[in-house]
């Protein structure tokens, strides 16, 4: 069994800057704020969070072979 991991990097795409999170085990999270820059991220097309369009590691209902958010 393929062990779930709970905590992800997420990196910036306008500034570049990295921080670990945890991620949510029971919604999506679809806005995240920079820290640095206070850019406010969302989901690129085709995605259901923001781990899984700016994370080092996809949400845990992906990681789970589930649709997310479902």
């Known amino acids: ?5 709970l ?5 910036c795409p306008q500034c570049g800057f ?4 945890q991620m949510p085990t029971n919604a999506c999270q679809y ?7 206070h850019e ?3 989901p690129l ?3 259901c969070c923001v781990y899984c ?5 996809k949400c845990p209902p992906i990681q789970k072979g ?3 958010c479902s």
């Open 31 to 37: 806005y995240y704020e920079c820290y640095a820059c």
């Open 1 to 5: 069994m393929k062990t779930i991991q």
């Open 18 to 21: 990295e921080k670990e999170e």
């Open 40 to 42: 406010l991220l969302k």
């Open 66 to 68: 589930n649709d997310c």
């Open 45 to 47: 097309p085709g995605d």
């Open 7 to 11: 905590k992800s990097i997420i990196t």
């Open 53 to 57: 369009s700016f994370g080092s590691v």
